[in-house]
């Protein structure tokens, strides 16, 4: 091949480069880089690392998904490696999901130095995709960072079924974390989330009798979602001593919560008849004795009646 040969082909490929702006011909510019083979990844991982970011990523993710089509991944490491976090929030926004289609396209290239750099840039700023690549690992090294993400919106779903994959690991660092025996926060408002999340993770792992003690105090949380998670767990392993107040806080609780949330505790405690019918009746003699007259408009009497079998709708009781 002559110098003016190599000339030619190399400003083919940057045209070809230049046309995955285009909203008509970008996904065929793609196509034909990709079909010039790995000739072509220099000028492709070129213009991923230094072509300026922007608020529009169409181009950038159609780089990635060509050096990921050549098996460039030495190029995609690269890229989340020296990656550098843009200023302006649109932009910002834009650059995630190219980060997301580079970590996506890294699935296909496991290794410890793969997870690694996935793992670090999860640390430096999370996206679906990079949440995705590296739950594919299923290694327990992950699992404090997932449990970190569980306040953050967007990542959230991903990092609850990364660790599911890890149901062990995940249960065992549920636990510390609840205990308060982590570095992450779990008190107040602020990690609400992050205990409705963790108690969640541990309702369908499942804990053990033993293993209730220190979670009980979770039935006084100040978010409902918490209380009634926390009864679930109760339900399921406390002492038999321990159940009618487990009953009787759902139902008691119910006064402050909103309709799925009522819905919830009915269909809980409608597993256990006899003994949300204790509890009803105790509630229900604790409240005459205090002059309250029955309201079928609030929760709380709803809640109360239906586990009194309707008898407030006969008025007698």
């Known amino acids: 091949m002559t110098p003016v040969e190599l000339q030619a082909s190399d400003d083919t490929i940057q045209q070809l480069i230049a046309g995955l702006d285009s909203l008509v011909d970008g996904e065929q510019a793609a196509e034909q880089l990709v079909s010039l083979g790995r000739h072509v990844t220099p000028a492709v991982e070129r213009y ?5 970011p922007r608020s529009i990523s169409v181009s950038r993710c159609r780089a990635v998904r060509i050096l990921g089509a050549l098996g460039a991944y030495s190029s995609l490491i690269r890229y989340l490696r020296e ?3 843009p200023s302006d929030a649109a932009v910002l926004f834009a650059e995630d999901a190219v980060r997301s289609a580079a970590a996506l396209e890294l699935m296909h290239c496991e290794s410890p130095a793969t997870f690694k750099v996935l793992l670090d840039a999860v640390k430096q700023r999370a996206t679906s995709g990079l949440v995705q690549a590296v739950s594919q690992y ?14 953050d919106d967007l990542c959230r779903e991903d990092a609850k079924e990364a660790l599911r994959k890890m149901p062990q690991a995940t249960k065992a660092y549920g636990l510390l974390l609840l205990r308060g025996r982590t570095e992450l926060s779990i008190s107040g408002s602020s990690a609400t989330r ?3 999340a963790t108690l969640q993770l541990l309702v369908e792992c499942g804990i053990y009798m033993n293993e209730w003690s220190e979670l009980r105090v979770y039935l006084e949380d100040d978010d409902l979602d918490c209380v009634i998670l926390a009864a679930t767990l109760g339900l399921r392993v ?5 159940m009618p107040c487990i009953a009787a806080t759902l139902i008691e609780a119910s006064a402050g919560m909103n309709w799925a949330q009522e819905t919830e505790i009915v269909e809980l405690l409608d597993k256990w008849p006899q003994l949300a019918h204790q509890a ?5 003699v604790e409240s005459e004795i205090r002059g309250k007259k029955p309201d079928l408009r609030s929760p709380f009497w709803r809640t109360l009646n239906h586990f009194l079998r309707f008898e407030l709708n006969r008025g007698h009781h």
């Open 238 to 242: 406390a002492p038999p001593s321990e």
């Open 280 to 284: 009803a009746r105790t509630i229900l």
């Open 194 to 196: 992050r205990r409705r």
């Open 48 to 52: 991923l690392l230094t072509s300026r």
């Open 83 to 85: 990656n550098v976090r």
């Open 138 to 151: 299923r290694w327990p090294e992950s699992v404090p960072v997932l449990f970190h993400l569980l306040e």
